[in-house]
């Protein structure tokens, strides 16, 4: 009984500390990386929903590609981090325009959304590294 209620109490702890960070809700954009074609990557500091327990350590989040060329396509990613395992996931893509709009959602395969490990020296690994020092 005792653990039972241990297990609720850090449940709700975490959903609490969660609902705080998401509830702050202000866009803070942060530069945490550049492509090899200068598109610059931003973190958004608004979006995070964090849960940290016992033996967990995840954030959920959203990054801003922003396109520095007119071929080229801005575009908006949700990713999901778990810090403990060291991976990555994409949740979900949106193309936008140059005012940040919504153009279209892309649909991802179930392969895409596996979490895996960023490969050395990438920009996935940059995002990661990023979601995960903020514990």
Known sequence: ??????AIVA???????????QAQGQQQWV???TSANGDRVFFDLGSQIK???AGIKQNTF??????????????????????LK???????????NSQGSLIREVPLERADKDPTIPAKDSIAADVWR????QF
């Open 86 to 96: 060291g991976t990555l996931a994409l949740r979900g893509i949106d193309l936008v």
């Open 130 to 133: 990023y979601a995960c020092a």
């Open 11 to 21: 449940s709700i702890l975490s959903f609490t500390v969660a609902t705080a960070v």
């Open 31 to 33: 530069q945490i990386s």
């Open 51 to 53: 849960v940290f327990d």
């Open 1 to 6: 009984m005792h653990k039972s209620i241990r």
């Open 62 to 83: 959203r990054t801003l590609m922003l396109a520095t060329s007119p071929e080229r396509r801005s575009f908006r990613q949700k990713y999901h981090a778990d810090c």
